[in-house]
């Protein structure tokens, strides 16, 4: 007979690998908008080989999580959402206290969020939500889920989609590379800013922008594609 734990039954409780693989196939899944994730995409956001993947998302299809679809991918389940969303608002909810409340810069935040969202329970995630003013959104920008899992996607877009003379609000960052968070953070490319692009130089690969206070910033169209901006009219 299976014991039962808050709810759960200690036979459907998911370790520590399993929520991380069913977060960053939600994460993926957010990001491109395809309902099915493919197994090289899953095994480079979590750093494994695509055998590791692979055998991982047939696990994780016997025990419900997902559906595997060989040489396609895999999607969530209904279970597997719901758990996938619920490790998604504890992290981003992580990474907005350990910025707002303990200073810490926000090219560290995620590994600790990492290790800090798989021991947080339910009751205390709540009372940091209501610490930290039920946030919207986390310091890079990222959409927070909701208690009931419901997620508010900006209709944001890469700032290489934009053209010269428009001015636009940084929403997002969507690259969580440490030396490119330093380098959005150095040039002040954060959610809330405000730009106007000056010049797009495709045969360049790059653009030219200048803040509120008149300084400029050169940036290659590629990393401009990791940014996500909303236009802006003041």
Known sequence: ????????????????????????????????????????????VLGVTPGTATAM???????????????????????????????LRRHRLLETF????????????HAEAEELEHAISEKVLEKLDEFLGRPRFDPHGDPIPSKSGVIKRPASK???????????RIESIVDQDKKFLKFARKTKLVPGQIFKILRVEECADAMTLKTTKGQSINLGL???EKVLALPFES
């Open 222 to 224: 590629r990393s401009a």
């Open 158 to 168: 890469p700032l290489s989609e934009f053209t010269e003379n428009m001015s636009v």
């Open 1 to 44: 007979m299976c014991q039962l734990f808050i709810g759960i039954r200690i036979d459907d409780m998911a370790s520590s690998t399993v929520e991380n693989y069913l977060k960053e196939i939600l994460v993926v899944t957010l990001e491109t908008e395809f309902s099915k994730v493919s197994m090289g995409q899953v095994s480079k």
């Open 57 to 87: 998302a047939k696990s994780l299809e016997r025990d419900g999580w997902v559906s595997y679809y060989p040489r396609v991918g895999v999607s969530l389940t209904s279970k597997g959402k719901k758990l996938a969303m619920s490790m």
């Open 98 to 109: 350990l910025v707002e409340t303990l200073g810490l810069d926000w090219s560290e935040i």
